[in-house]
């Protein structure tokens, strides 16, 4: 598929609306969202509120749309609700991955229209992510808790509460990383009560997941704990492409006061993975014989083995006045063996190359993060402030081997299996990178609806290339936030904030005369302007937000010296609206509109959709208590695979549909649910890489599927 337009038709939409509209043209009135409770018809007024630990919350709007979380940390050090924060923030909690089984990032991101898939994972196992069109850094792009995880191996959900995603350029809370933003994943908590959970599942390719959450708090509420354990058997529409993963997880939490709290949490994961492929795209730009969605041009040997263990450690300490201390501290260590192949010199007769890519055992990676901030609030005459100051530290070790020998030629028309080569020899990789930064915000409140966010972050790193010293690098640099706020009126917030963002900028093209010469800090800024809404009663939200954000871009001048002399600039326009629209029907959407150009050359940058869309909707059924059905459709814009233009894949819509039914003996709670997935069965491509002159490949989106699970808590 050459290049063609990206704008949809109507006719692309309709079908999806009216899949989506079955939800929404029946509204009988009067049961909760959790088909059990009655919502009060009494105004009540949102205000700020805080949970038995003393962080920030919004019970109500939280009770009304379960699904999404009302306050974060990720914005700023400090829990606060997402309404007062000068920041575009998504929180994607518990409940939501519950009823729609979504158990891997890619399954909860798409719900968020300002994140794009950039790989599908079938080639190391794992997922990559696009946030307002950067990709986020596989090293220092993903958080647990806040503190630095590597997105190196496949990441696990069972054990997390919520995926939080902050968007746009965070060096002020994380440091050294891309502009799009950052995603953060929070750990479940200990129950109050003794509980257990069992889950079961089964979808129609042959998946199979189980999971058991144990939880309770003893000792007169001192110690709580939380263990998760789960297993899951792989079975895709791809061919070849089956594995199993097993995980655990234990969470403790001890209270020796009031004023104490110690954490802790110990994890892990195996996951062993064939990999897949889907169409090979020619060196000239044309997609070679597509097969269908089951097609793996991948050999049958072909896989990828992931360990990670993860333990962090964390005290939190409550002064007088509000004032607390938090620590926190993490290890982490992921190996990945990988024996790929990979097609190369592709020609439009269906003629390739089957390249491999072999480890001489598993790449290791060994990554520590710390954390320490104080946070409090006081007043200067009229002023009131709500400071933050604090350290971080995060470090990496990259240790391993590898090589890439041919497997053989092959044909698409007629694919031959063939035996894993033999590595006449295996390049070693080692890395070292250690980076500190130190940060003080401060919120001040004048009065009357205004109110500002000054901060600023002193950040310095170090790479350490053990193999190869002359590409040894250190930088330092700061890097401000400033935001402008004001309430006009109870529950509307506007904002302006400039945010400024860093990374390692890694290394000059090998064609240039500074061939691989460190190319120091490349900096980006964002300008953005927004507003959040909220009605008294906190039946319907929104928050609209406008933004730019600019990057430079390494180029190669008229005297061959690669340098970031060029701007990559990305301009959108994120709008989310959700609302109970009856008390038994709740409905929203979100909509993501990005305007994204390398200046140099007036191109759209690769793997950027122009438009992303997502409409859901969740109707409680009165005649039947307990009885909920759900609709989700999403738009998504074709993307250009290479900087050139030269390919681009066309957009795509996908409707599900779900139901759950909950039900209560003396003894336990029940829930059946059942989804379907891409209802109208679209075929689409969901990502893939273009190299022209070479080759290229195509990862399918799923197909028209179905899951059933049951999950049992007493």
Known sequence: MKSTSLTPTPGEFAPCLGALLLTLTSAPPLHAEEGSTTLPTTIVQAERLTDSNGLATDSLADAIFPHHNTASSSALFAETPLIETPFSVGVYNETLMEDQR???????????????????????????????????????????????????????????????????????QFGFMPPGGAINMTRKRPTEDFSTSLQFEIDTFGRTYSQIDISDTVANGQFGYRLVLAGEDYESFYDNADGTRFMGSLFTEWKPSEAVTVWSSLSGQTLERNGYYGPIISGDGSIVFDLGRDMNIMQDWARNEHEIFEAAIGADFFFQDDWKLKTAFNYQTTDRDSQL??????????????????????????????????????????????????????????????????????NVYNQIDHPIPTAP????????????????????????????????????????????????DTESAFSPTVALMFEPTEGVHTYVTYTRALQDGGFANRTANNAWAPLGIQESEQFEVGVKARSRDGRFSGELALFQIEQDVALINDENIDAFDGTQRHRGVELALRGQLTN??????????????????????????????????????????????????RFTGGQYLDEAESFSTDAYAVVDLGARYKWSTPHADYTLRANIENLLDESYYESGEFYPGDAGYLAYGEPLSANFSLQIDF
Do not use: C, M
């Open 425 to 472: 020899f295996y390049i070693p990789i080692q890395f070292e990178y250690e980076e500190l930064g130190v940060f003080l915000t401060d919120t001040i409140d004048f009065g009357k609806g205004w109110s500002a966010l000054l901060g600023g972050r002193f950040s310095r790193y170090d790479n350490h290339y053990p193999t190869d010293p002359a590409s040894d």
């Open 102 to 172: 979504a158990f891997t990032l890619r399954e909860v991101l798409e719900n968020d229209s300002s994140t794009s898939l950039y790989s599908s994972g079938g080639y190391f196992g794992t997922q990559n992510f696009g946030l307002r069109g950067f990709q986020v850094g596989n090293f220092n792009g993903y958080r647990t808790d806040g503190l630095p995880t590597l997105n190196l191996a496949a990441p696990y959900l069972d054990d997390k509460a919520s995926v939080e995603v902050l968007k746009g350029p965070a060096a002020l």
């Open 584 to 633: 038994e029907l709740q409905a929203g959407i979100s909509a993501t509109l990005l305007d994204a150009e390398l200046t140099s050359t007036g191109n759209r940058p690769e793997l950027v959709p122009e438009y992303q869309v997502n409409l859901w909707s969740t109707l409680e059924v009165p005649a039947v208590p307990g009885l909920a059905f759900t609709a989700n459709a």
């Open 341 to 410: 192949t990979y097609p190369y010199g592709v020609d439009n007769d269906g003629n390739y190359t089957d390249g491999a890519y072999l480890t001489d055992g598993p790449f290791e990676w060994d990554a520590y993060g710390a954390h320490a901030h104080i946070e409090g609030s006081f007043r200067t005459g009229f002023l009131e402030h709500e400071l933050v100051f604090g350290a971080q530290y995060r470090s990496f070790e990259t240790d391993g081997a590898r090589f890439f020998p041919d497997v053989g030629a092959n």
